[in-house]
């Protein structure tokens, strides 16, 4: 690691290890491989934006704005319907038109309080299948 010192190479690596050894006490193998092939393609991501970063942009400006727009494009991404608040541009528009949309379709789902809930068609004693355990 270029830019990392011995310290937190150590305590990355500690930490790494021992989350991996407590997660094998409560996860399958196969749960395990893919959250470690999870993990690695994560790292590789992040190295590949910092070196993407440092040999192509060349000023503090450029390096600050290309990884700006990086985290804006995910962060709407992974947070859209409560970002339409805060953002005043056209991805705030169409987030904020599907927020709109899923509330009509979903409006009336929810029981209001005080209105009794429609039953639905009860079982008769035959259908109902009693389970009799002897200790």
Same mark, same amino acid.
């Given at each position: 690691?270029?830019?990392? *010192? =011995?310290?937190?190479?150590?305590?990355?690596?500690?930490?790494? /290890?021992?989350?991996?050894? %407590?997660? =094998? #006490? @409560?996860?399958?193998?196969?749960?395990? %491989? *893919?959250?470690? +092939?999870?993990?690695?393609? =994560?790292?590789?991501?992040?190295?590949? #934006?910092?070196?993407?970063?440092? !040999? $192509? @942009? /060349?000023? /503090?400006?450029?390096?600050?704005? @290309?990884?700006?727009?990086?985290?804006?494009? @995910? &962060?709407?991404?992974?947070? &859209?319907?409560?970002?339409? $608040? +805060?953002? &005043?541009?056209? $991805?705030?528009?169409?987030?904020?038109?599907?927020? !709109?949309?899923?509330?009509?379709?979903?409006?009336? *789902?929810?029981?209001? =309080?005080? %209105?009794?809930? %429609?039953?639905?068609?009860?079982?008769?004693? *035959?259908?109902?299948?009693?389970? $009799?355990?002897?200790?």
């Amino acid at each position: 690691m270029l830019f990392v *010192s =011995e310290q937190t190479r150590v305590l990355l690596t500690s930490a790494a /290890h021992f989350y991996l050894r %407590k997660a =094998e #006490l @409560f996860y399958s193998q196969d749960l395990l %491989k *893919s959250m470690c +092939m999870y993990y690695l393609a =994560e790292v590789v991501f992040l190295a590949a #934006l910092i070196c993407i970063t440092l !040999l $192509v @942009f /060349h000023t /503090h400006t450029s390096r600050s704005t @290309f990884v700006g727009i990086f985290c804006d494009v @995910f &962060g709407i991404i992974l947070y &859209g319907a409560p970002l339409t $608040v +805060m953002i &005043g541009n056209g $991805v705030g528009a169409i987030l904020a038109v599907a927020q !709109l949309i899923f509330y009509a379709c979903y409006y009336g *789902s929810t029981p209001k =309080e005080g %209105k009794p809930v %429609k039953d639905p068609v009860k079982p008769t004693a *035959s259908q109902v299948q009693m389970i $009799v355990s002897a200790v």
